[in-house]
């Protein structure tokens, strides 16, 4: 299967607006001290910061003046991926760095953080009163015995204690690991048991969609099924006291302490990150200090653009790594919009309504919400003032083209549109945003600085305008240090590098097109496949989820016992819809005239409801072992999804079958 790029821009940066950007002072700057190429704008600064990776990193370092306590011995001591060696003898502080915005006089009263809830009352918190409460924190951590390498970990919601929490426990040099608190506590639990945390900071519960969430039975059960927590924090978001044995936030963070900030190596664990666990343990992905440090810097200092002057906001939660993300936006020293509460409420412009309180100037959402504003029908740009969003960037899923055409149309014609894909594993985009690149309609810009992105094919050779598997052969500063309980690493390994040893298999099917932009096409592990071709599920619910009957679908190719191929697609209605012949005739055509015959279901069923992961995501493998017969209990970890009464639908479905 090929994919055809876009020849003609949706969106042109003009002149100016790429002599602003940062990446195009950085290539100037490098070429000087670097020997960076001058001129070929980012195509050729992107093909010299994989050909000199080693070069391009400590560029990135030197640009953004990462603070090395101790000097490093070489960028890169170790090439071998899994295991590649950053910047050996090097120390230093994330925190450090996030907090160092304070130290200027002229920007210590700005807001570092805005927060805004469902009630739209808005909350900043300055540079110096953040450093002062996570000064307070980091030293009441260590009085509990906090050292360098315990877990502490957050139940928390998107809110500046989050924020705190998370920065006092890297300065101490302690590992951060999080979840949201609308995760249940079996799914809490999945992930926290394995990484033994000592410090577990709470809520009492949380507000969403209009109402208030209690979780004092929740933490109860955590507290009691995590033993080896020494001290648990009780943050009063719902007004409660503490319960007995707990302490006090407001008594951990009201001193005005100086931050001490551990200087640790390069390769120190900053946190732990969850894999969705659909079929198993959610994986406890480590990622290293300086490796996230450096890999952010880059990321929203150069692709996104972000510096003092901005307002960062990505609708996310801490059980998601755009959260982590998120936060990296203070090593800009940039203002951190949190929104904590629902993406729909009061009603779907929820989003948009906080991106003009707060003047946000980067706006990050969902392609899921992009497609939903589409189909409700609202007018972000004519009923709110977005006149200092200039990037709108989406992830999560591939950023359908109906989707570029509607935020060109309905937020602002001169606006910069950034699908970018990345993932948990690396916390960072393998491609995306370029502030100087035109944007093509369903396209990523290209890949990122100093990701040497390629696809292949089965074989390992390179494909271009034709779709392969996402590999990236060199490594990544934020590629996991290791995973949490893999003494030998084999899970690790086994989880990018079985099929290309040595070169990262991230397990998506792309399209490198001629002009070097990125296509995504869905999950390869769950790729349809009918007669030796290959196709993306995302190129079909784009098309399917145009109709204004469907509200969301699921594809699942099925290789049947006797050599068949079996491909439902199915499909949750919008109120009012009725799944009748013509509804169903439809679909078939809307896919066959976008796509091709191919890529047409053997039936298209309708369901009470898509599942998805605990982050938003279809799950389509785990459904694929549902109806090949394999048991709910093995085919999934019930605690990985949103609505786990959805899938004995699948389950019943596979029973009549048989």
């Not at 302490?257 to 990150?273: A, G």
């Not at 993306?536 to 679908?553: Q, W």
Request: charged share 20%; with cysteine.
């Amino acid at each position: 299967m090929t994919a055809a790029a876009n020849e003609t821009p949706l969106w042109q940066p003009g002149p100016d607006r790429i002599a602003a950007a940062a990446v195009t002072r950085f290539q100037s700057w490098a070429s000087q001290r670097y020997g960076a190429p001058a001129e070929g704008g980012y195509p050729a600064l992107h093909q010299w910061s994989v050909d000199e990776l080693d070069t391009f990193w400590q560029a990135v370092a030197d640009w953004f003046d990462v603070r090395f306590s101790t000097p490093y011995e070489t960028v890169l001591g170790d090439r071998t991926m899994p295991g590649a060696q950053w910047f050996p003898g090097a120390t230093l502080n994330y925190a450090e760095h996030a907090l160092r915005t304070a130290e200027d006089p002229l920007r210590a009263d700005a807001p570092a953080l805005l927060h805004v809830d469902e009630t739209h009352t808005q909350v900043p918190v300055s540079w110096s009163g953040l450093r002062r409460r996570v000064g307070s924190l980091a030293a009441e951590l260590r009085a509990l015995g906090v050292t360098p390498g315990d877990r502490v970990s957050g139940y928390l919601p998107n809110i500046p204690e989050a924020v705190v929490a998370f920065l006092a426990t890297a300065a101490v040099g302690a590992v951060w690991t999080s979840c949201a608190p609308d995760f249940g506590a079996r799914s809490v639990l999945d992930r926290f048991q394995q990484v033994e945390p000592v410090v577990l900071f709470t809520v009492d519960g949380y507000r969403y969609g209009g109402k208030e969430h209690h979780r004092a039975d929740t933490v109860a059960e955590l507290r009691r099924e995590l033993p080896t927590l020494r001290a648990v924090v009780h943050i009063p978001l719902l007004g409660t006291e503490a319960p007995e044995g707990a302490l006090a936030w407001s008594a951990l963070t009201s001193a005005d302490t100086e931050p001490v900030f551990e200087q640790v190596p390069f390769d120190h664990p900053l946190w732990v990150l969850y894999s969705s666990g659909t079929t198993g343990l959610p994986k406890a992905i480590v990622q290293s200090q300086g490796g996230i440090l450096l890999e952010h810097f880059k990321q929203i200092g150069l692709h996104c653009d972000l510096g003092p002057e901005d307002r960062f906001f990505w609708y996310t939660s801490t059980g998601w790594m755009m959260w982590n993300f998120l936060v990296s936006g203070l090593l800009t020293g940039t203002t951190l919009v949190l929104y904590d509460g629902s993406p729909g409420f009061p009603d779907v412009s929820a989003q948009w309504r906080v991106a003009e309180q707060t003047g946000a100037t980067l706006f990050g959402t969902s392609a899921a919400y992009v497609m939903a504003c589409r189909k409700a029908g609202v007018h972000p740009g004519r009923d709110f003032d977005l006149s200092r969003i200039q990037c709108v960037a989406t992830t999560g899923s591939p950023l359908p083209p109906d989707g570029f055409r509607w935020l060109h149309d309905e937020v602002a014609e001169d606006l910069w549109i950034a699908s970018v894909s990345g993932g948990t594993d690396v916390c960072s985009c393998f491609a995306g945003a370029v502030p100087t690149l035109p944007v093509h309609i369903g396209e990523l810009q290209a890949a990122c600085l100093g990701t040497d992105l390629r696809s292949w094919d089965p074989a390992g050779e390179p494909l271009i305008g034709e779709v392969g598997e996402l590999v990236v052969t060199a490594p990544m500063p934020s590629m996991p240090i290791r995973f949490w309980n893999d003494p030998d690493g084999s899970r690790y390994h086994d989880s990018y590098f079985d099929m290309y040893p040595g070169v990262w298999r991230h397990g998506d099917w792309i399209t490198i097109t001629e002009h070097g932009s990125v296509i995504i096409h869905g999950r390869s592990d769950s790729t349809l496949n009918r007669q030796g071709v290959r196709m993306g599920s995302a190129d079909i619910y784009e098309a399917v989820e145009r109709l204004p009957e469907i509200r969301e679908s699921l594809v699942i190719g099925l290789e049947e016992p006797d050599g068949g191929y079996w491909m439902p697609l199915f499909v949750h209605l919008a109120e009012g819809a009725r799944l009748d012949d013509e509804l169903r005739d439809s679909i078939k055509r809307t896919i066959r005239e976008n796509l091709s015959p191919r890529h047409v279901p053997d039936e298209v069923i309708e369901v009470p409801g898509i599942p998805h992961t605990l982050t938003g995501k279809r799950i389509e493998v785990p459904v694929k072992r549902l109806l090949q017969g394999t048991a709910l209990a093995k085919a999934v970890n019930p605690g990985s999804i949103d609505n786990l009464e959805l899938l004995h639908f699948y389950e019943d479905l596979a029973r009549k079958r048989r």
